[in-house]
């Protein structure tokens, strides 16, 4: 039990972490609002990328500012529970020490009774947990194994330095990925009689490919068994979905050359003729299924309407935006990590604790 306690500490961090991001990124999505980027979807998903890459670096932030903070504060806690103690030691804090350090032990003690196994209800949780990641985790591999399959009894049709063009029967809506070695582009072979719908179907998908969507996706995919129960893990997959579609379509016009109007009729046209055929898997194209699936095809058509007129920002916007992230989920990560130290406050809140369990011990005798 020694060696899993800082996995999982590491791992309740992470998610920690995760739900304050996804707090950040609302926050950013909410400051965008009003101003000419919020319609600029390139811009919003390369800060989203950028914010979960400090998710991602988020322990060695932690590190940084723990080591950063030592040295131009000698002395000053990081951690809120180090600074919760600290003022309680002041006199800040008006309550009994017992009480006071039971408050502060709380998570701890609810870990070391996960890994002990002897509440019954908890052990329960945990099993279903378990059990639902593995459920996803099989899921997952099918889902692989399922596109491996399809990938392999495509035909290759066009062959570049990085990426295989294929045709398949098998599918009805197009789709990226990426094995080991090479990344794939899989067409249906259907819009070999609409080159019109080929060429844009193809743009899309290279476009995905030229921004690493494939990639970030694959990571997504990976951490879902471990992170499933995590709405914020949720609200940033969503996010990062919709973005991903929405600043390739404006990608595509604005880098390859293709009208917007002519790509959004085309868009439109294939949305209608499969829901017209009974497929209504075209809400796929349209990202989500249900009654989402007509705003977020209109939030496709006004990222298209709006792509003609969009200017890049300046990469000092970006690089102050990744600053601003990395600050906010450092101290963040820095503040909810649990300390394995005996600092001074700790060891001062400990004699009082003790001299308060013996004062009452001695009024009841």
């Not at 350090?101 to 709380?106: D, F, K, S």
Request: proline fraction near 4%; glycine fraction near 4%; include cysteine.
């Amino acid at each position: 039990m020694t060696a899993v306690k800082p996995v999982l500490d590491a791992y309740l961090d992470l998610n920690v972490v995760l739900a304050l991001s996804a707090l950040i990124w609302l926050a950013a999505r909410a400051a965008l609002g009003p101003t000419a980027l919020r319609h600029n979807f390139i811009v919003q998903l390369r800060v989203l990328k950028a914010l979960c890459l400090c998710v991602l670096l988020s322990p060695v932030l932690a590190l940084a500012v723990t080591a950063l903070s030592a040295q131009i504060w000698p002395g000053r806690a990081v951690a809120i529970g180090d600074i919760a103690v600290a003022a309680y030691l002041r006199g800040e804090i008006a309550m009994p020490a017992t009480q006071f350090e039971a408050l502060l032990n709380t998570r701890q003690r609810w870990v070391d009774l996960v890994l002990s196994g002897q509440n019954p209800v908890l052990t329960g949780l945990v099993a279903v947990l378990v059990l639902a990641a593995l459920r996803i985790l099989a899921r997952t591999v099918r889902d692989a194994l399922a596109i491996r399959e399809t990938v392999l009894n495509s035909f290759l049709w066009r062959r570049s330095a990085r990426v295989d063009v294929r045709l398949s029967d098998r599918i009805t809506v197009p789709f990226a990925v990426r094995g080991l070695r090479r990344r794939h582009v899989v067409l249906p072979s259907h819009l070999l009689d609409t080159p019109r719908e080929l060429r844009f179907a193809l743009a899309h998908e290279l476009e995905h490919v030229r921004a690493r969507d494939v990639e970030w996706e694959l990571g997504f995919e990976l951490l879902r068994p471990l992170l499933f129960w995590n709405p914020a893990f949720w609200l940033l997959k969503y996010q990062f979905s919709r973005l991903r579609e929405l600043s390739c379509d404006q990608s595509v016009v604005m880098r390859r050359g293709i009208d917007a109007r002519d790509y959004t009729k085309c868009l439109l046209d294939y949305c209608a003729r499969t829901v017209a055929q009974g497929r209504p898997r075209v809400l796929n194209v349209a990202l989500v299924p249900g009654g989402k699936a007509k705003r977020v095809l209109r939030q496709r058509v006004i990222a298209l309407a709006d792509a003609p007129r969009l200017n890049a920002p300046e990469p000092a916007f970006f690089l102050a935006t990744t600053l601003i992230f990395a600050v906010l989920v450092a101290f963040a990560a820095a503040s909810f990590r649990q300390t394995q130290d005996w600092s001074h406050d700790r060891l001062m809140l400990s004699t009082v604790v003790n001299l308060e369990r013996l004062e009452a011990r001695n009024n009841g005798n």
